[in-house]
Structure formats: structure tokens, C-alpha cells
């Protein structure tokens, strides 16, 4: 029997049940053999059912290690948070009271799983990890800040109330990592990592990672990152090869019928996602009426409430989640059968992140994309990013649907 690879270990730690791994894996030999790694960390890995690297993790844990900043690229499912977990828990030191490792990740739901990976690693050798995200109260972390972390997981908004309130220092930072790095570069987030980054010393390591990585992101780092060494994993593919990819033509007035028909046809769990929040709140309260089992996830939902979505779809009480771009990336949901692009998203990144919700690790997947008349020349851009023509269908309403 060939020996199980490792995935990102994020089948939802700290927000459901972990899948159950394969009998015996992780019991004969040292987790990832060949690689510098602390009897400690190679048991921690092997605990969570993981022998072999995957290649990301191959190539970028011993150049981490040896101290070289890194740039990384490979898709999503492809085992990224371990790739820098590992050297960065390798090289804590809980003898020191202060901060020595930062990941900076775009959403609460990363956060948690990232630190429930790290964690994982860390227990067992004294080191202390800490989240901090938005959502909750500040005064908790600011309690566990003063009692001493020396990994802290955190999205760029809190941890730079953090610092300015004096809670947070990271004079000791000695690898800081940019997970989802396209979208931490990005506008949206590009002032308050600037922010963050000025308050760690000059000396750091320096890690980015991403599903995608654009030109503009490579040229914004050099100024963060010294000669980084570049790590690509399936690079040129821009869509996982298990996905079947179907594109309709439709009208805009059809969409809702589409959508109906595709969930009346479908043999698992859904996701689709819609442009804003309020248009995913008003999709799912019509799926709802209609008498859909059916989940939202925008950005204004408080912690408990996404946690509670998440935890409805992933156990299949409510299997079809419509979500906003919050949910195509860092949510690694396990065994998504279909993703319906209901909405078209902005860019081709963003395409490739939410098709990257199924089709993982060799499982088969679908990705459906409505396309209505006035989306035709955002579409095209698109395709020209993803640098692939789809074969387009006309969809037409079943006779005697009524479409609105």
C-alpha cells in the first residue's frame, strides 16, 4: 500500500470533528525521512496520519530551515500551512519570553486553522500559541499576549490593534509568514501589513505563500523579502486537473432556475458563491422559501454564526453553502462536490481559488460558471488570465419553468 501524503492538516481543526485517518499511518518510521527535523516534530507529524512530504513541502521546509526567504506557490489542498509550520516551530526557542514567529493570514476561519496546525507541532516542545482575529472581544488576547506567546496566528486588522495598544511586541520576530500572500499584498490589506512589518527587526526570515502568485506580488515583495528563493509547484496549471468545468451563456432573469435545476440534480455538497453579501443573504433566504437546506457566509457574520454555517455544511444538515470570496480561501472544507459560480468573480485569481474548493487532493470535482450578456468581456479577461478557453453552453429553462 503506498504511503498516505500529506494535505494542509486543516480538515476544519477547532471548528468540527477531524476526519478519521487511515489505520496505521504514522506508526512505521519517521515522519518526512531524509529531512534535519526534531524527534519531537516527526512525531507530532506522524500524529497527524503524515509520512511522506508533499512536494511543496519537500522543497520548501530544509531551504526554510537553512534561512533563506522563500516564495511559494502550489494549489490549494496541496499541504502549504505545513510547509511552514514545520521549520517555524523547528526553530522556537521556549526558553525566550517573546514573540519569534508571525503568520499574517487574510481571515478569521485561516487563523483558526492555521493555529490548529501549528499547535499541533508546538505543544510538545513548550511553545506557546496565540490567534489574533477580529469578531470577539480584544481583551482575551491582550491576557494571553501578557502571559507570553511565542507563535502568534493572526489577520493584519487585530494584530495591528495589538501593537498600537501596546499589547504586542515583535522586536524578537525571526520568521514571519505571509499565508494567501496575493491577497496580503493586496490593496485591501497592503497598508496594515506595511504597518506590521515596520515593527519587526530588518534580520527576519521572511515566507510568502499562495495559490497564486501574480507578477505584481513578486515585485511588491522584493522590497520585504531578501533574494528569496522561488518555490512552484504546478504553477502553470491554474485549475485543479480533477475539476470538469461546465460554462453557460444565460440571462440574468434565468440564473435563480439554473441554480434550482443544479441543486435538484446534485449528488453532494454545493457551494456557490454570489458577489455581495447582501446578494448571498437574499439568495439563500429565497433557496430557504423554496425549501433548499442551505448555509450563508459573508463577512458580517459574527464568529459563533460562521462557525455554526460551517459546522451545518460540513456534517450535511445544511450541504449547499452560499458564501461570498470569504469562503475561496483558507476554508479547507473537505469533499466539496460542486462549486457553482453564480456570480462571476473579478478576477481570474479569484476563479482560481473558489474552483480550488473541490477537486482536491485527487478527488473528482465540478465548477459551474453562469456568464450572463453583460459579464461576456469580464469573462474573456478571465480566460485570457487563466490563459484556457471553456467550451460555452446556452443554458435554456426546462419547458414550462417558470423564471421570473
Known amino acids: 500500500m503506498p504511503r498516505p501524503q500529506s494535505t494542509d492538516p486543516r480538515p476544519d481543526e ?3 470533528p477531524t476526519e478519521t485517518l487511515p489505520e496505521g499511518t504514522g506508526e512505521s518510521g519517521a515522519a518526512f525521512p531524509g529531512m534535519s527535523l526534531s524527534p519531537t516534530t516527526q512525531a507530532a507529524i506522524a500524529g497527524m496520519g503524515i509520512i511522506e512530504p508533499t512536494p511543496i513541502q519537500d522543497q520548501s521546509i530544509p531551504l526554510l530551515l537553512s534561512g533563506h526567504d522563500l516564495m511559494g506557490q502550489a494549489r490549494t489542498g496541496s499541504g502549504k500551512t505545513l510547509a511552514f509550520a514545520v521549520p517555524l516551530v523547528e526553530q522556537g526557542d521556549p526558553s525566550l519570553r517573546q514573540v519569534q514567529g508571525l503568520i499574517l493570514v487574510p481571515t ?18 513548550g511553545l506557546r500559541v496565540q490567534t489574533l482575529y477580529g469578531g470577539r472581544s480584544i481583551r482575551p488576547e491582550h491576557a494571553a499576549l501578557a502571559r507570553g506567546a511565542h507563535i ?10 495589538h501593537l498600537r495598544q501596546g499589547n504586542l511586541e515583535l ?10 500572500a496575493d491577497e496580503m499584498l493586496d490593496k485591501g490589506f497592503a497598508r496594515d501589513v506595511e504597518a506590521i512589518l515596520e515593527r519587526t527587526p530588518r534580520q527576519r526570515q521572511t515566507a510568502l505563500f499562495s495559490a497564486t502568485m501574480p507578477k505584481w506580488v513578486a515585485n511588491t515583495a522584493k522590497k520585504h523579502l531578501r533574494t ?18 461546465t460554462v453557460y451563456a444565460i440571462e440574468k432573469s434565468h440564473k435563480i432556475q439554473a441554480l434550482k435545476t443544479l441543486l435538484d440534480d446534485r449528488a453532494g455538497s454545493v457551494v456557490v458563491f454570489g458577489k455581495t453579501k447582501h446578494g448571498v443573504k437574499k439568495l439563500a433566504r ?20 460562521r462557525e455554526r454555517v460551517l459546522a451545518e455544511f460540513r456534517s450535511g444538515a445544511a450541504p449547499v453553502l452560499i458564501a461570498t470570496n470569504v469562503a475561496a480561501r483558507g476554508l479547507d472544507i473537505e469533499g466539496v462536490d460542486q462549486v457553482v459560480n453564480y456570480d462571476l468573480p473579478d478576477s481570474q485569481q479569484l476563479f482560481t481559488h473558489r474552483v480550488g474548493r473541490t477537486g482536491r487532493m485527487g478527488r473528482s470535482g465540478e465548477a459551474i460558471t453562469f456568464v450572463t450578456p453583460d459579464e461576456t468581456r469580464k469573462w474573456r479577461q478571465i480566460e ?9 453552453e446556452h443554458w435554456q429553462p426546462p419547458a414550462g419553468a417558470n423564471v421570473g
Open 228 to 245: 528569496p528563493t522561488n518555490v512552484e509547484i504546478d504553477a502553470d496549471l491554474q485549475a485543479p486537473p480533477t475539476v470538469d468545468h
Open 384 to 392: 485570457r488570465g487563466l490563459g484556457h478557453r471553456f467550451t460555452h
Open 286 to 305: 429565497q433557496l430557504g422559501s423554496l425549501g433548499y437546506d442551505v448555509g450563508a457566509l459573508q463577512g458580517n457574520l459574527k464568529q459563533n454564526a
Open 14 to 16: 477547532a471548528l468540527a
Open 108 to 125: 478569521r476561519e485561516l487563523a483558526i486553522q492555521v493555529a490548529s496546525v501549528v499547535e499541533t507541532l508546538a505543544v510538545n516542545k
Open 171 to 180: 522586536d524578537g520576530v525571526r520568521m514571519l509568514v505571509l499565508d494567501e
Open 152 to 161: 502568534v496566528v493572526g489577520t493584519p486588522g487585530r494584530t495591528l490593534d
